[in-house]
């Protein structure tokens, strides 16, 4: 199993103006500890469910992920997740082609339907019923395989977008992993099946997760897709810097489940040293199976 770092806190010590600094640290932490994974959450107002309030720190998400591109060299970077509503697919899908080539093919798409209508309503931001979000979602997924498709520079008709060219040059250096987010039984893993190269779940439960991947895999046995092809990912419980060895334990059980990565999230205030004091689980994750 694998170890990512999700970073939802803003709120860095000294301000806003060690934000920048302590998120070089963070970039540097995390590749120094060997995980494989670093996010940031896409959305416009911070979250309650972080336990902060919506005015609290929040940076645009593709900003912060070109700036850590020029701070590493060797991790994933992605969104958890962004949302379908907040970007044209056409300039969404240009966007994460471009920290692809700046990052050296270490872009992730991570995506899905979106769900904050504080923020959509704060800036004005169109924030449709949650059906039509999944069927801008599909388009989504569809318009971005197409304009990774370097034979494949044409129309796209749909029916919420409609492309006159699909052109997207360059073309990423390495195809983006495609990273859908939540575990809706009916809509979301049904698209993880037929589009994502990832899922994620929360890993409320080894009991939850076990379901979840069990409802993905008739969906793959449907759409006569390969279940072992899609990497699993788990939002998990923080690991206390003190308490490795028993978050190890607590990981054992979704590693045989199959999930390769347990994505955990640093705190406010210092995030790169609580990252250096977690680093030592990597190892003993990598032994889980």
């Known amino acids: 199993m694998e170890l990512g770092f999700h970073v939802p806190n803003f709120e860095i010590d000294g301000g806003n103006t060690a934000i920048a600094g302590e998120l070089a640290r963070v970039g540097a932490a995390a590749e120094s500890s060997g995980a494989t994974w670093l996010s940031f959450m896409d959305h416009f107002f911070q979250i309650e469910p972080v336990g902060l309030p919506a005015e609290a720190h929040m940076l645009e998400g593709y900003t912060t992920l070109g700036f850590l591109a020029a701070h590493t060299s060797t991790i994933e970077l992605g969104l958890l997740v962004t949302g379908v509503t907040y970007r044209h697919p056409g300039l969404l899908a240009k966007i994460v082609t471009t920290l692809d080539v700046l990052s050296g093919g270490r872009a992730a798409l991570g995506i899905g339907a979106a769900w904050y209508e504080r923020e959509h309503q704060g800036l004005g931001v169109p924030f449709p019923p949650v059906a039509e979000r999944f069927e801008r979602l599909e388009e989504t997924l569809r318009i971005c395989g197409q304009m990774w498709d370097p034979e494949n520079n044409g129309p796209f008709e749909g029916q919420h977008y409609r492309l006159a060219e699909t052109l997207c040059s360059p073309q990423p250096v390495h195809r983006p992993r495609v990273l859908i987010g939540g575990g809706g039984e009916r809509k979301t893993l049904r698209l993880v099946a037929r589009y994502g190269d990832a899922c994620n779940l929360f ?60 994505i955990v999230m640093p705190p406010g205030g210092a995030p790169a040293a609580w990252i250096d004091r977690v680093a030592p689980v990597v190892p003993k994750l990598a032994e889980l199976s």
Do not use: Q, W
């Open 203 to 262: 890993g409320s439960s080894p009991e939850e997760v076990e379901h979840k991947l069990d409802v993905l895999r008739r969906h793959c046995d449907d759409v006569g897709r390969d279940y072992d092809e899609i990497r699993k990912t788990v939002l998990v419980h923080d690991p206390r810097p003190d308490e490795g060895d028993e978050f190890v334990r607590a990981m054992a059980p979704f590693a045989k489940l199959g999930v390769h990565t347990a």
